[in-house]
């Protein structure tokens, strides 16, 4: 029996796409990395979408509806409006972005079905790791985000400006966490391996 060179991922074209809510590894081809990015990107336009959608939708049913109903019962919920916005912003988001996960991952393991992992995935906390932002560069930048949402005269309502700001906020934060407090993440998902001399990875 002939021994085989390298490794799965590189004698399979050298990419891998992480699937599913423990982010797999699967070595796939070019073309079938390009696909999954590709159903990505479509799905997650999809689901800001229906989000923005939603979200409106909420707000009116919110205040021309319940609002006057809340009233009549000594509940009077419309002198609070941009609270009532900021928790269907954070809901919308939460629930939203659970449902768009729980699609990725079907679609992902649908299109690596018969193809064996490369590794048994990560936990949350070394997602975060991997997906946080880490770097100079984008610390500035979504510091620079955060300056513009209080200070430029954009004209937001105070309970989207809230919602905006908590969640460059928090990305800020966790960049700044793995930066400095906590080691230094791996190579960033679905990265081209290289090869090396021998026909292993680096």
Same mark, same amino acid.
């Given at each position: 029996?002939?021994?085989?060179? !390298?490794? &799965?991922?590189?004698?399979?074209?050298?990419?891998?796409?992480?699937?599913?809510?423990?982010?797999?590894?699967?070595?796939?081809?070019?073309?079938? $990395?390009?696909?999954?990015?590709?159903?990505?990107?479509?799905?997650?336009?999809?689901?800001?979408?229906?989000?923005? +959608?939603? $979200?409106?939708?909420?707000?009116?049913?919110?205040?021309?509806?319940?609002?006057?109903? $809340?009233?009549?019962?000594?509940?009077?919920?419309?002198?609070? &409006?941009?609270?009532?916005?900021?928790?269907?912003?954070?809901?919308?988001l939460l629930v939203g972005g659970l449902i768009y996960l729980q699609i990725?991952?079907?679609?992902?393991?649908?299109?690596?079905?018969?193809? $064996? &992992?490369?590794?048994?995935?990560?936990?949350?906390?070394?997602?975060?790791?991997?997906?946080?932002?880490?770097?100079?560069?984008?610390?500035?930048?979504?510091?620079?985000?955060?300056?513009?949402?209080?200070?430029? &005269?954009?004209?937001?309502?105070?309970?989207?400006?809230?919602?905006?700001?908590?969640?460059?906020?928090?990305?800020?934060?966790? !960049?700044?966490?793995?930066?400095?407090?906590?080691?230094?993440?791996?190579?960033p998902h679905g990265s081209k391996v290289k090869r090396n001399a021998r +026909?292993?990875?680096?």
């Open positions: 029996m002939t021994e085989m060179k !390298g490794t &799965p991922i590189t004698r399979s074209g050298g990419y891998i796409v992480r699937v599913g809510w423990r982010a797999v590894a699967y070595s796939v081809t070019k073309a079938k $990395a390009f696909r999954y990015k590709a159903m990505r990107f479509i799905l997650f336009l999809l689901a800001v979408a229906v989000a923005v +959608g939603v $979200a409106h939708g909420a707000q009116f049913i919110l205040f021309t509806f319940i609002t006057p109903l $809340a009233v009549k019962v000594g509940v009077n919920i419309g002198h609070y &409006p941009e609270l009532c916005k900021l928790v269907i912003y954070g809901l919308t990725l991952s079907a679609v992902g393991k649908r299109m690596v079905r018969g193809t $064996a &992992p490369f590794d048994d995935g990560y936990s949350l906390f070394e997602q975060r790791q991997r997906g946080s932002q880490t770097s100079r560069r984008k610390l500035i930048l979504l510091a620079s985000v955060m300056g513009v949402i209080f200070l430029a &005269p954009i004209g937001w309502e105070t309970g989207l400006q809230l919602f905006a700001a908590g969640l460059v906020g928090f990305l800020f934060v966790e !960049g700044l966490l793995f930066r400095f407090y906590f080691k230094a993440k791996t190579k +026909g292993g990875t680096q």
